[in-house]
């Protein structure tokens, strides 16, 4: 059965097979000139340099504040640690496999720096709260021996996840204060 495209709207047609999205093979016609930083060479290629730049970068005033106030509107640690880590993607900073390695030290970044500034109830991923919460219903017997290889094994693995350095950084950083409204602004020097 043949159908006659010609007694459709050939506008309504071209709408549709495009409808605003990118003709396929379209990328591969950019300039080799001006790639994308996801492109590019990667700014990192090992774990602990890009722990560091994230520590710095988490650390700037403006960053933190925000941090911190997403935090405590509730938004789960690991929401906020997937928006970092693609953005850092996004900028040519590590490629997915770094990232992937980058998720765990991060997510522990992120808490310490939470409770570096006095919150200590947050929220890890998104439904925590509709976890079952009946402890006679979590304990059987294979969570008992999940339990008991938590309790023995999880310890060792995460006492190595953030680097020394880190952990060093994070216990004496004394967190940016945010200016108060009533405060008088600082005077810029024109240049």
Known sequence: M???YKDYDQEGLKFLSTNGRPIPGESLTNSPDTPYPWEQPT???ELEPAIDALFIEL?????YHSLLNL???EVPIGDVTQIVLTDG???GMWNPDLL???IEPTMYMIMALAEKAGMMDNVIYQGEEEDVEDQDEQLSS???AIDIAQDKIVPKARAGVLPKNIEEKIEEMTPPREP???EKPELQEDI
């Open 2 to 4: 043949e159908e006659n």
């Open 43 to 45: 700014q990192f290629t």
């Open 59 to 63: 650390t700037e005033p403006e960053a």
């Open 71 to 73: 935090i405590e509107n």
């Open 89 to 91: 993607f996004q900028k």
């Open 100 to 102: 992937l390695l980058l």
């Open 142 to 144: 294979i969570e008992k």
């Open 180 to 182: 108060s409204l009533l």
